[in-house]
Structure formats: C-alpha cells, structure tokens
C-alpha cells in the first residue's frame, strides 16, 4: 500500500477497536484493507508509547478472519504446517525468508514511527518463525501486509480460508457493530502525534472535557 494508504485516519482507529471489541493502542498504520478500505491488518510499532518491546507487528484485525483462521488452528493446520517443515527444506528456507521480511518490514515501521532501534527484540519475530508455527494469525497477519510471495504458510492458510474471507472480496457488512459505542479513547501514538503538531482530536477533546 502507498503510505497515504498506510495512515490510519480516526475512523480506521474506531473500525479496529469495534472490530477488536476493546480500543487500540499504538497503531502507527494499517497493513492492509479490504477491498472497501475497511482495516484488515493493524500495524503496531516496534516499541509501544510505554517503552514496552512489542515484537508482533501486524495484527489480524478482521473478525472473518481471525475466525476463519480460529477455526484452521483447531483443526490442527498449526501441527501439519510444522511437520511439513521438518520434512521440507525447500518449505524451511521459505519460511526462515518470511522471519527475515518480517524483520525487515518491522525495522521499516520502526523508522517510520519514530521510534528508533529495539534490541530487546532483534532477530526475533513472531507466530514461531523461524523454525515453527506457532500461530496462524500472525503468519496471514503478515502475509496480508506484505502481499503474496513474502510468507508463504501465511499465503497458504489465506488460500485455505478463502470460502470463508478474502481480502479481495468485501464481507464487512455484519462483520462487526459498526453502529456501536466505540470502546474508549485512541491513545495511538499517530493520534499523539498529531496532537503534539496541534491538530485537534475531536474525541480525546471530548474526553477531556470529562476529566
Ligand atoms: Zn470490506
């Protein structure tokens, strides 16, 4: 996506908490969308507003999908992905250049957010990769930000899941209240920043009227 793709407005921000149910946090952008815009994929940086490390990236945001990919997990795919990767070293090396992009693709994001080096994290990624897969949601998360061809057991549980989601098709009506109160403030340090440039937030405004 083009980085004005990529910035969350306030209304990415409020669809990721209706669709997470709880408000978002630190979301420096969004990975990927829907075919209608809606936000697939929230994008945290590397170091949250707290100072804590925070190693997993992209986060699958889209109640079809972390269902649908739920439902992969229960059905052992996790297992089947793992013992593919001990018998296939052709799948291995795909999978150890997943670890890599998501490395990398987490350096970027870092630098774009502003929030400098994280060693407490260097060389470690997240839903198991390297050498494992210890969850989906975290390898279709990246696949979906990075597009086809960069994690490849993430391409693949997309393709398994695709009856049920597809970023190519926009299932969004349903798929989350979106009539319903937004739960709580934005405390992204998008917002914070826009704030510390004087752009007003309507919300934090409200809510500080209520302090
Ligand atoms: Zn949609």
């Known amino acids: 996506m083009s980085t004005t793709e990529r910035i969350p407005t306030q209304t990415d ?6 669709q997470l149910g709880r408000p978002v946090r ?40 972390t269902a649908a990919v739920s439902r992969l997990e229960a059905a052992g795919v996790m297992a089947e992905f793992s013992q593919r990767l001990e018998g296939d070293e052709e799948l291995a090396s795909a999978h150890r250049a997943a670890h890599e992009a998501y490395l990398e693709a987490r350096r970027d994001v870092g630098e774009r957010a502003g ?78 920043r826009l704030e510390a440039q004087g752009i007003s937030n309507p919300i934090q405004q409200s809510e500080g009227n209520d302090d």
């Not at 921000?13 to 209706?18: P, Y």
């Not at 420096?28 to 994929?41: K, S, W």
């Not at 507003?49 to 992209?58: D, H, K, L, V």
């Open 115 to 192: 929030t400098g080096p994280v060693p407490e994290i260097d060389g470690i990624s997240a839903g198991g990769m390297p050498e494992r897969v210890k969850c989906l949601h975290v390898l279709v998360g990246h696949a979906l930000a990075a597009g086809p061809g960069v994690n490849r057991l993430g391409d693949e549980a997309l393709a398994l899941i695709d009856a049920e989601f597809s970023p190519q098709r926009c299932q969004c009506a349903g798929a989350w209240d979106a009539d319903a109160d937004v739960p709580t403030r934005d405390l992204s340090r998008h917002v914070r």
């Open 26 to 65: 630190d979301v420096v952008e969004i990975g990927a969308r829907c075919v209608c815009g809606n936000p697939l994929v929230a994008t945290t940086a590397p170091r949250l507003s707290n100072g804590i490390p925070f190693p997993t990236t992209f986060y699958l945001t889209h109640p079809l999908a």
């Open 13 to 18: 921000l409020d669809t990721l908490s209706l």
